[in-house]
């Protein structure tokens, strides 16, 4: 009786991003935001559950936890966001670190 051959597991189709580009909302699709790979891919995402009028503390909280929900169950890891201004007043970037422990943020990680 021949033996099954076992299949090797399938990697993420989405890996751990190394920044998150946060859009500013225009027109009925509200605000947006990208997630940017260690190869500089583009994975772009909504936020329509949230009105235009969100302050943006909301906004990126929620891009925090949406984002962070998405790693932890694709690839296991726990990462942490640091927003800060673009250059167009309207897009913020959040930087991705992963980290070891509660609060304490390591090195990025490429995946």
């Not at 190394?18 to 500013?24: A, Q």
């Not at 302050?55 to 927003?83: F, K, Y």
């Amino acid at each position: 009786m021949p033996r099954k051959r076992r299949r090797a597991k399938a990697k993420p189709s989405i890996p751990v991003p190394k920044e998150v580009i946060l859009f500013p909302g225009r027109g009925r699709d509200g605000r947006g935001f990208a997630l940017v790979d260690h190869n500089n891919g583009l994975y772009c995402c909504a936020l329509r559950d949230l009105p235009g009028d969100t302050p943006l503390s909301e906004v990126q909280a929620a891009v925090d936890a949406s984002v962070q929900d998405l790693v932890r169950a694709l690839h296991g890891v726990e990462i942490a966001l640091a927003w800060e201004p673009m250059d167009d007043s309207d897009s913020w970037l959040g930087r991705v670190t992963t980290t070891v422990g509660k609060d304490s943020p390591s090195e990025p990680q490429d995946f």
